[in-house]
Nanobody, 124 residues
Framework: QLQLVESGGGLVQPGGSLRLSCAASGFTLDYYVIGWFRQAPGKEREGVSCISSSGAITNYIDSVKGRFTISGDNAKNTVYLQMNSLKPEDTAIYYC?????????????????WGQGTQVTVSS
């Protein structure tokens, strides 16, 4: 069974950090682009970051550049999203998704597999 499982969300104060994990089972991430998306209440799902299958290419939306870092560990079949200097506007459910692309893609409907999401709340 092909599955993605996110973990690492939680409640953090502004300026704090969290590291999200996206663990894949049933398939290897070696051949997939992994995207991190988030959806805040009342807003559309937006692409936050993605990493190519080789790990050589990473993309970020402007609002998280310099604060978030995406990385992969193919030996563990896991992709991470390190989130530093968190802001209240980062509050959302974060999802990871996998798609067989040659380059990073930010359009959610194009991804094949999705995790269940993990809640990130940034509040004092």
């Amino acid at each position: 069974q092909l599955q993605l499982v996110e973990s690492g969300g939680g409640l953090v104060q502004p300026g704090g950090s969290l590291r999200l994990s996206c663990a894949a089972s049933g398939f290897t991430l070696d051949y997939y682009v992994i995207g991190w998306f988030r959806q805040a209440p009342g807003k559309e799902r937006e692409g936050v970051s993605c990493i190519s299958s080789s790990g050589a290419i990473t993309n970020y939306i402007d609002s998280v550049k310099g604060r978030f870092t995406i990385s992969g560990d193919n030996a563990k079949n896991t992709v991470y999203l390190q989130m530093n200097s968190l802001k209240p506007e980062d509050t959302a459910i974060y999802y990871c998704a996998a798609g067989r692309f040659s380059l990073c893609v930010s359009k959610a409907p194009l991804y094949d597999y999705w995790g269940q999401g993990t809640q990130v709340t940034v509040s004092s």
